[in-house]
């Protein structure tokens, strides 16, 4: 399952799903390193940070802002 690191609230964390729903698991579960905005996968009972979903996301971003300043 893959889900974007809405944000982190206190001792929680705001996953929210590819189907646009939002999930709530403890801070402690993910990665020390995992930041808001950052592709989080859950494979195997284990949270991980997807470098490569999450820097491919940031660029698609990126883009769509330059198209937006362009205007």
């Not at 690191?5 to 646009?20: K, N, S, Y």
């Not at 403890?26 to 995992?34: D, F, G, Q, R, V």
Request: charged fraction near 35%; glycine fraction near 6%.
């Amino acid at each position: 399952m893959k889900y974007v690191l809405d944000r982190i609230e206190g001792q929680h964390a705001v996953l929210e799903c590819e189907d646009g729903k939002n999930l709530v698991v403890l801070k402690s579960n993910l990665p020390l390193t995992a930041k808001e905005g950052d592709i989080i996968k859950y494979v195997n009972s284990t949270y991980f940070v997807d470098n490569e979903g999450t820097n491919e996301s940031k660029n698609k971003i990126n883009e769509k802002i330059k198209k937006l300043i362009k205007k």
